[in-house]
């Protein structure tokens, strides 16, 4: 059974339904009603019968029309009329980096623009070689700060939370000043609910930045924008020159704007941290600053979706005529069915070329790279096969090396991160299928967040590091969870597959038990897979849902605080073993919660940590790992109370305004 989709001009559905195979013939079932006019009309024109159906089927429920028989021909028309009408507009929740462009007003550091804007100094820096010293810097002059672009009720925009430290801000001092001029008041206005003259001291302000990730009408030559408020004195061509691009392009990315005007706001292609301008993602973004959506679909889609629908086509056609064969024709009949899969998926680069097919590795490539695959190459070992470290056409890359046995959890894997891109999840970048299965990874290069907290001869993270990691990964889930489509449930959530980079910024990895699901969807029945120690008590009736992976993050919350594996030993002994969430609800069960919470926070920290935020973060996780998954929360709430916690950490002395 095979879900199938038929969208029109403006990606509204005209048909949703499933197709059947039954006995060599095949039979699409719709399940909205106002489709059958659509597929009565697609039938009469290929003089097929309109609803022929098995004798001995079930009665379709009152939603669902009777299946209607397909020939091979009928079925590659639907999909390439599916192709055809279809427009490739971005997914409203489709994501990117972004570029602020601040300018330093007398008193700034950088110290307080990585707290405002939620990054890192290093990570300032590394778009602002100019800058050599990072205690001096001037006064007048604009500064590129990394943000993630995403969906905010309807926008493209950053999300940041400002802790209010006087008693005298306002939103006008808060938009010009402390976020200088990237925001603006009335913004400010429409997410909080602060009177604009009295916003008390302590107050959490919700700040929205405004971001584009791009416009295909425009160029696809331009992936990457810097979000940029006119100043008195600026106009059209200065911008233009110093960014080095035409007016008419700046222009065309800004239609309407006055940019001799002094105030608002423009976006402007940038250039990464290694002087490039990325190009646009061919899997479709949102469009610049009115986020409208890019009309028109890419050649490489069409053809893409051609091929695909050839090789389906044909495969039918055969089937009619393929009786029962030798276990050896059947396993050599999946392996092509692999390839034809694989060759139609599309991977798009974060950085560099963006391809509009997935990069396919030589066997002779990856055993160069990894010398063979040596076991000094080795940097890694999973359920499905080992990970080895490699340089293919001068990047970094991590490679995993699959038996074919695991052709399902390859496949799983490929589908989700040819498909999905965010910060906060890993990038994938190719693939190969001879000899063995490989899958080939950016390269981080700063171990798994279970290193980290156990691992012998790393240095213990700091409490505001470990929010940083916990607010990253549940922004990588949310993403998954909220805004792709279809939505995926990634079903091996754990501190070992939550990657760091050398930032100590996280990319949530390892989507080989991913399963997809529809938005709002109950919990699907399917096999057990997972962790033990993360895993959900519903697991036991075979229920799966995006809240199984907001239990097993409640789990990585638990480790955070306590640094102590999802399941302990207890007395010492091997026999004997309690799982951390266990652990905790004792602890909860407690006369005096603080305190047998403090007993629990991982001795590395020391007295390095605000017991407030840690107490927060414990019930956090308390309310992930709740016994009953419809009082979990969702990934998008933990995401808003991490974003809230992690800005109330920051120690007062960052920012003083």
Known sequence: MTNFNLLDHRKSP??????????????????????????????????????????HKRTPPSSMKTPQKLNPSTFLG??????????????????????????????????????????????????????????????????RVPFSCGPVDGLSAGRFVYRVRSANATYQRIAGL????LTTVEMLMRFNSYAPGSIPAGARVNVTVRCSCGDSRVSKDYGLFVT???????????????????????????????????SGLVFIPGRDSNGTYPPLLTSGVAAGKSGAAIAGISLASVLGAIFLAACLYFGLYRMKKVTKDSFRHKNRSIENANESELSSVRVS??????????????????????????????????????????????????????????????????????????????????????????????????????????????????WPTRLQIA?????????????TVPLYIHRDVKSANILIDKNFRAKVADFGMAKLTEAGGASLQTRVVGTFGYMPPEYVC??????????????????????????????????????????FEDAFNEPDQTESIRKLIDPRLGDEYPLDSVTKVAHLAKACTHKNPQQRPSMKSVVVALTTLSSSTVDSSNCSI
Not at 542 to 556: C, R
Not at 564 to 580: C, I, M, R, S
């Open 471 to 483: 607010l990253d990964s549940a922004r990588g889930l949310e993403y998954i969870h909220e805004h």
């Open 78 to 143: 639907l999909l390439l009329l599916s192709v055809f009408r279809a427009k490739a507009t971005p997914e409203s929740g489709q994501g990117c980096d972004a570029l602020a462009s601040y300018y330093l007003w007398d008193g700034a550091t950088l110290s307080v623009i990585s707290r405002v804007l939620s990054t890192t100094i290093d990570e300032i820096l590394s778009y602002n070689p100019q800058i050599t010293n990072p205690n001096l810097i001037s006064a007048g002059s604009r500064l």
């Open 349 to 462: 680069q974060r950085k560099g070329v963006t391809v509009d097919k997935s990069v396919e590795f030589t066997h002779e490539e990856l055993a160069e790279a990894t010398n063979n695959f040596s076991i000094t190459y080795k940097i890694g070992q999973g359920g499905y096969g080992a990970v080895y470290y490699g340089e293919l056409r001068g990047e970094k890359a991590a490679i995993k090396k699959m038996d074919m046995e695991a052709s399902k959890e390859f496949l799983a894997e490929l589908k989700v991160l040819t498909h999905v891109h965010h910060v906060n999840l890993v990038h994938l970048i190719g693939y190969c299928v001879k000899g063995s299965l490989f899958l080939v990874y950016e390269y981080i290069d700063n171990d798994n967040l279970s290193q980290h907290l156990r691992g012998k001869g790393k240095e213990p993270l700091l």
């Open 14 to 55: 005209l048909f949703h339904g499933f197709i059947i195979k039954k006995d060599h013939s095949f039979f699409l079932v719709s399940t909205d009603l106002s489709a059958h006019n659509l597929f009565d009309k697609i039938t009469r024109q290929t003089q097929l019968p309109s609803s022929p159906s098995p004798a």
């Open 228 to 262: 940029y408020p006119l100043r008195p004195g600026e106009s059209l061509s200065g911008i233009a020159s110093g960014a080095r691009i035409s007016e008419r392009l700046l222009q065309g990315y800004n239609p309407g704007v006055d940019f001799g005007s002094g």
């Open 542 to 583: 075979g229920d799966v849902s995006t809240k199984s992976d907001v239990y097993a993050f409640g789990v990585v919350l638990f480790e955070l605080i306590s640094g102590l594996q999802a399941v302990v030993k207890t007395n010492g002994e091997d026999t004997e073993a309690k799982g951390l969430v266990s652990l």
């Open 178 to 181: 402390v976020y200088s001029n």
